[in-house]
Protein backbone atom coordinates (compact mmCIF):
# COMPACT_ATOMS: atom_id res chain seq x y z
CA UNK A 1 0.00 0.00 0.00
CA UNK A 2 1.33 3.66 -1.05
CA UNK A 3 -1.49 5.84 1.35
CA UNK A 4 -1.67 5.55 5.22
CA UNK A 5 -0.09 2.21 7.03
CA UNK A 6 -3.22 2.33 9.14
CA UNK A 7 -5.71 2.23 6.35
CA UNK A 8 -5.64 2.28 2.42
CA UNK A 9 -6.70 5.25 0.78
CA UNK A 10 -9.32 5.38 -2.20
CA UNK A 11 -9.87 8.18 -4.04
CA UNK A 12 -13.13 8.54 -5.27
CA UNK A 13 -13.88 10.41 -8.63
CA UNK A 14 -16.90 11.26 -10.30
CA UNK A 15 -18.99 14.96 -11.99
CA UNK A 16 -21.80 13.94 -9.64
CA UNK A 17 -20.77 15.37 -6.37
CA UNK A 18 -23.48 13.35 -4.64
CA UNK A 19 -22.81 10.24 -6.55
CA UNK A 20 -18.91 10.74 -5.24
CA UNK A 21 -19.99 11.85 -2.03
CA UNK A 22 -22.63 8.21 -1.65
CA UNK A 23 -19.57 6.22 -2.61
CA UNK A 24 -17.36 7.70 -0.16
CA UNK A 25 -19.77 7.69 2.33
CA UNK A 26 -20.17 3.63 2.26
CA UNK A 27 -16.17 3.50 2.04
CA UNK A 28 -14.95 5.00 4.98
CA UNK A 29 -15.77 2.60 7.72
CA UNK A 30 -12.96 0.73 5.92
CA UNK A 31 -10.87 3.43 4.00
CA UNK A 32 -9.26 6.56 4.15
CA UNK A 33 -11.47 8.23 1.36
CA UNK A 34 -10.82 11.36 -0.69
CA UNK A 35 -13.37 12.99 -3.23
CA UNK A 36 -12.65 15.10 -6.30
CA UNK A 37 -15.63 15.93 -8.58
CA UNK A 38 -14.63 15.44 -12.48
CA UNK A 39 -10.89 14.82 -14.28
CA UNK A 40 -9.36 17.63 -13.49
CA UNK A 41 -9.80 17.56 -9.97
CA UNK A 42 -8.80 13.98 -10.03
CA UNK A 43 -5.62 14.64 -11.40
CA UNK A 44 -5.19 17.75 -9.47
CA UNK A 45 -5.76 15.14 -6.44
CA UNK A 46 -4.10 11.78 -7.20
CA UNK A 47 -0.51 10.97 -6.17
CA UNK A 48 1.15 8.05 -5.02
CA UNK A 49 -0.42 8.62 -1.99
CA UNK A 50 -3.22 6.75 -2.90
CA UNK A 51 -3.64 3.29 -3.11
CA UNK A 52 -7.04 2.62 -5.35
CA UNK A 53 -8.79 4.92 -7.46
CA UNK A 54 -12.51 4.54 -8.24
CA UNK A 55 -12.81 6.25 -11.45
CA UNK A 56 -15.98 7.46 -13.58
CA UNK A 57 -15.27 7.26 -17.36
CA UNK A 58 -17.97 9.60 -18.48
CA UNK A 59 -17.05 12.99 -17.31
CA UNK A 60 -16.97 16.03 -19.07
CA UNK A 61 -13.66 18.29 -20.11
CA UNK A 62 -11.62 15.76 -18.73
CA UNK A 63 -12.92 11.81 -19.29
CA UNK A 64 -12.11 8.90 -16.70
CA UNK A 65 -10.15 7.67 -19.81
CA UNK A 66 -7.79 10.58 -20.34
CA UNK A 67 -7.20 10.33 -16.53
CA UNK A 68 -6.58 6.70 -16.64
CA UNK A 69 -3.80 7.05 -19.20
CA UNK A 70 -2.51 10.44 -17.14
CA UNK A 71 -2.14 8.08 -14.53
CA UNK A 72 -0.88 5.25 -16.00
CA UNK A 73 1.74 7.75 -17.59
CA UNK A 74 2.80 9.09 -14.31
CA UNK A 75 3.56 5.66 -12.62
CA UNK A 76 1.79 6.23 -9.42
CA UNK A 77 1.29 2.70 -8.56
CA UNK A 78 -2.19 3.06 -8.49
CA UNK A 79 -4.52 0.56 -8.61
CA UNK A 80 -7.40 1.87 -11.07
CA UNK A 81 -10.90 0.34 -10.54
CA UNK A 82 -13.21 1.99 -13.09
CA UNK A 83 -17.18 2.75 -11.62
CA UNK A 84 -19.28 3.37 -14.96
CA UNK A 85 -22.34 3.60 -16.39
CA UNK A 86 -20.88 2.92 -19.87
CA UNK A 87 -21.33 -0.46 -20.85
CA UNK A 88 -18.21 -2.38 -21.90
CA UNK A 89 -17.13 -3.21 -25.19
CA UNK A 90 -14.29 -4.24 -27.06
CA UNK A 91 -12.27 -0.83 -26.32
CA UNK A 92 -12.12 -1.98 -22.59
CA UNK A 93 -9.60 -3.75 -24.36
CA UNK A 94 -6.98 -1.38 -24.43
CA UNK A 95 -7.57 0.21 -21.53
CA UNK A 96 -4.87 -0.13 -18.56
CA UNK A 97 -7.29 -0.21 -15.78
CA UNK A 98 -7.32 -2.36 -12.97
CA UNK A 99 -10.96 -3.82 -12.30
CA UNK A 100 -14.39 -2.51 -14.40
CA UNK A 101 -17.54 -2.14 -12.37
CA UNK A 102 -20.72 -0.91 -13.96
CA UNK A 103 -23.13 1.51 -12.29
CA UNK A 104 -24.88 0.88 -9.80
CA UNK A 105 -22.52 -1.10 -8.10
CA UNK A 106 -23.21 -3.06 -4.23
CA UNK A 107 -21.49 -2.32 -1.64
CA UNK A 108 -20.51 -5.80 -1.02
CA UNK A 109 -19.21 -5.64 -4.83
CA UNK A 110 -17.06 -2.53 -3.96
CA UNK A 111 -15.82 -3.61 -0.98
CA UNK A 112 -14.49 -6.76 -2.71
CA UNK A 113 -13.04 -5.11 -5.97
CA UNK A 114 -11.29 -2.68 -3.66
CA UNK A 115 -9.99 -5.56 -1.32
CA UNK A 116 -8.90 -7.73 -4.67
CA UNK A 117 -6.76 -4.43 -5.74
CA UNK A 118 -5.10 -4.38 -2.83
CA UNK A 119 -4.25 -7.65 -2.43
CA UNK A 120 -2.65 -7.48 -6.07
CA UNK A 121 -0.63 -4.37 -5.30
CA UNK A 122 0.92 -6.25 -1.92
CA UNK A 123 1.76 -9.23 -4.11
CA UNK A 124 3.65 -7.03 -6.43
CA UNK A 125 5.44 -4.88 -3.96
CA UNK A 126 6.25 -8.43 -2.21
CA UNK A 127 7.45 -10.16 -5.76
CA UNK A 128 9.03 -6.98 -6.61
CA UNK A 129 11.27 -6.26 -2.90
CA UNK A 130 11.79 -10.60 -3.12
CA UNK A 131 13.50 -9.89 -6.41
CA UNK A 132 15.53 -7.26 -5.64
CA UNK A 133 16.58 -9.06 -2.58
CA UNK A 134 17.88 -12.29 -4.34
CA UNK A 135 19.75 -9.60 -6.91
CA UNK A 136 21.74 -9.00 -4.07
CA UNK A 137 22.28 -12.16 -2.63
CA UNK A 138 23.63 -13.47 -6.08
CA UNK A 139 25.94 -10.84 -6.50
CA UNK A 140 27.51 -11.67 -2.61
CA UNK A 141 27.38 -14.97 -3.30
CA UNK A 142 29.14 -15.29 -6.33
CA UNK A 143 31.92 -12.97 -4.88
CA UNK A 144 31.92 -14.21 -1.29
CA UNK A 145 32.59 -17.33 0.32
CA UNK A 146 30.18 -19.67 1.93
CA UNK A 147 31.59 -18.63 5.64
CA UNK A 148 32.30 -15.09 4.85
CA UNK A 149 28.22 -14.88 4.24
CA UNK A 150 27.70 -17.14 7.25
CA UNK A 151 29.87 -14.73 10.03
CA UNK A 152 27.91 -12.02 8.36
CA UNK A 153 24.66 -10.38 10.33
CA UNK A 154 23.04 -8.32 7.49
CA UNK A 155 23.41 -11.60 4.50
CA UNK A 156 22.04 -13.56 7.29
CA UNK A 157 19.22 -11.18 8.02
CA UNK A 158 18.79 -10.45 3.74
CA UNK A 159 18.41 -14.57 4.13
CA UNK A 160 15.84 -14.52 6.22
CA UNK A 161 13.79 -11.51 4.45
CA UNK A 162 14.10 -13.78 1.30
CA UNK A 163 12.46 -16.59 2.65
CA UNK A 164 9.62 -15.11 4.59
CA UNK A 165 9.02 -13.28 1.11
CA UNK A 166 9.18 -16.90 -0.52
CA UNK A 167 6.89 -18.20 2.20
CA UNK A 168 4.66 -15.14 1.58
CA UNK A 169 4.56 -15.69 -2.41
CA UNK A 170 4.12 -19.44 -1.64
CA UNK A 171 0.84 -19.01 0.21
CA UNK A 172 -0.49 -16.57 -1.93
CA UNK A 173 -0.29 -18.71 -4.75
CA UNK A 174 -2.06 -21.66 -2.48
CA UNK A 175 -4.99 -19.00 -2.28
CA UNK A 176 -4.61 -18.40 -5.98
CA UNK A 177 -7.51 -20.52 -6.86
CA UNK A 178 -9.89 -19.08 -4.04
CA UNK A 179 -8.60 -15.45 -5.14
CA UNK A 180 -9.34 -16.24 -8.86
CA UNK A 181 -12.47 -17.77 -7.90
CA UNK A 182 -13.45 -14.22 -5.52
CA UNK A 183 -11.88 -12.18 -8.63
CA UNK A 184 -15.01 -14.17 -11.34
CA UNK A 185 -17.34 -13.90 -8.50
CA UNK A 186 -17.74 -9.95 -8.17
CA UNK A 187 -20.63 -8.33 -9.73
CA UNK A 188 -19.52 -6.18 -12.54
CA UNK A 189 -22.27 -5.79 -14.61
Known amino acids: MSGSESEPTVLVVDDEP ?5 YGMRLELEYDVE ?6 AALDTVDETIDVLLLDRRMPEVSGDE ?6 AQ ?12 TPDFD ?37 EYF ?3 AKQSILEDGKSPAELER ?18 DDSLDEFDDLTFAFKDIDRV
Open 18 to 22: DVADA
Open 35 to 40: TAYGGE
Open 67 to 72: VLDEVR
Open 75 to 86: DLGVRVIMVTAV
Open 92 to 128: VLEMPFDDYLCKPVEQDALYDAIDQQLEAAEYQETVS
Open 132 to 134: AIT
Open 152 to 169: NDEYQELQARADELRDRM
